[in-house]
């Protein structure tokens, strides 16, 4: 993966928005963490601090919205998630319906802006629309390490990147199919 500007995704808004998605994906229990957005860890204030800043807490009903919501968006991301995309789908539009949103149009685009309900789930919503209307909602992934198992945005520009982290990930399961290969006597 190249490190140079011009290979790189560049919209700033959508990649602002996958990584607060990303944020929010990464709460959820994976590879042996727990979840962090249940009650007594600290997810919750820093999903808060992420989404809505300007709600002073988060009650159980909106915590248990936000899990729900982040749940949904994991169904949608899923390897397997043909058959359930359009279900996962249908309660995410219902879960962010208790999000009222006003369209401001500016010269870049349109802007979504909470008119009322839940500050963190409308925040979710907009970032969510940022990056679906960015086509890029397929740039959103799960690390296939099992013992990873975060999401990340692929910023390249070929779309093409695999690991949350080439580094760590993508070089432990090239050097396990590498040595695979020479305990099967296919690498001379």
């Not at 990649?15 to 600290?42: E, I, K, W």
């Not at 601090?49 to 709600?55: N, P, S, Y």
Request: hydrophobic letters at 40%; glycine letters at 4%.
């Amino acid at each position: 993966m190249t490190s140079k500007a011009t290979s790189r995704f560049s919209d700033e808004k959508t990649v602002a928005a996958a990584q607060s998605l990303v944020r929010l994906l990464n709460t959820r229990p994976h590879a042996g963490q727990v979840d962090t957005l249940a009650v007594g860890n600290s997810g919750p204030e820093e999903i808060r601090r992420q989404f809505a800043e300007d709600e002073e807490e988060m009650d159980a009903a909106d915590l248990d919205l936000v899990v729900r919501l982040r749940d949904a968006l994991v169904v949608t991301l899923s390897d397997d998630a043909d058959a359930d995309a359009a279900v996962a789908w249908g309660a995410i539009s219902e879960l962010v319906s208790s999000a009222t949103v006003r369209r401001v149009f500016t010269p870049s685009g349109v802007e979504l802006i909470r008119a009322a309900g839940s500050a963190m789930v409308g925040a979710i919503a907009s970032a969510i629309h940022d990056v679906v209307d960015a086509d890029s909602w397929t740039r959103l992934r799960f690390c296939p390490n099992h013992q990873c198992d975060l999401a990340f945005f692929d910023t390249t520009r070929s779309r093409t990147q695999k690991w949350d982290s080439y580094e760590t990930c993508g070089n432990k399961a090239n050097v396990s199919a590498h040595r695979a290969r020479l305990r099967d006597g296919k690498v001379a």
